[in-house]
T-cell receptor, first 111, second 113 residues
């Protein structure tokens, strides 16, 4: 157990739907990062939050949004889902520059 | 264009062999990390290197950061089946305003018994 908890582990949904992925960071970590992993693109940075505030944005589509709550857990919302959104979505947390701790990911399948 | 290029993309070897995987970029990094990812799991941090020319050893794994802090290598001695996995390098660009990691696509290593 890495200390970063992601739910759900698997998600199957239809095109056009909206889903929410949840992440609880490791205790004491203020930064949360979301990444998308696909076979052809590898791990792509989506967005970073630090202590509730958005800190950096990567290749995140406008259909995707995220937030970090006062208890530091974070949610990634994916809407108007397309087949190409099928991927593994990882959350990671960190404190300072000591490296990321990743969760086990959510496997999203859009059918 | 990928900021961090890893090679080879795939590597299949026999138990007991040595191997080296590479991570190259045209950008300078303030630090570089190596992760290992197993199927169905998230990447796990192996090492962080921060100084140009730095060499770190972790049992049979040797990590090196290039002098110019643009590249890195991972050498595994006497590979074992338990070393099988996806090896990812990731860097924090020098001068960046936040601690955001950029990942290479990885080297998928298979060690056959």
């Amino acid at each position: 157990d890495s200390g970063v908890t992601q739910t759900p582990k698997h998600l199957i949904t239809a095109t056009g739907q909206r889903v929410t992925l949840r992440c609880s960071p490791r205790s004491g970590d203020l930064s949360v990062y979301w990444y998308q992993q696909s076979l052809d693109q590898g791990l792509q940075f989506l967005i970073q939050y630090y202590n509730g505030e958005e800190r950096a944005k990567g290749n995140i589509l406008e259909r995707f949004s995220a937030q970090q709550f006062p208890d530091l857990h974070s949610e990634l919302n994916l809407s108007s889902l397309e087949l190409g959104d099928s991927a593994l979505y990882f959350c990671a947390s960190s404190v300072g520059t000591g490296g990321y701790t990743f969760g086990s990911g959510t496997r999203l399948t859009v059918v | 264009t990928q900021l961090l290029e890893q090679s080879p993309q795939f590597l299949s070897i026999q138990e007991g062999e040595n191997l080296t995987v590479y991570c190259n970029s045209s950008s300078v990094f303030s630090s570089l990390q190596w992760y290992r990812q197993e199927p169905g799991e998230g990447p796990v941090l192996l090492v962080t290197v921060v100084t140009g020319g730095e060499v770190k050893k972790l049992k049979r794994l040797t990590f090196q950061f290039g002098d110019a802090r643009k590249d890195s290598s991972l050498h595994i001695t006497a590979a074992q089946p338990g070393d099988t996995g996806l090896y990812l390098c990731a860097g924090v660009e020098s001068g960046g305003s936040n601690y955001k990691l950029t990942f290479g696509k990885g080297t998928l290593l298979t060690v056959n018994p």
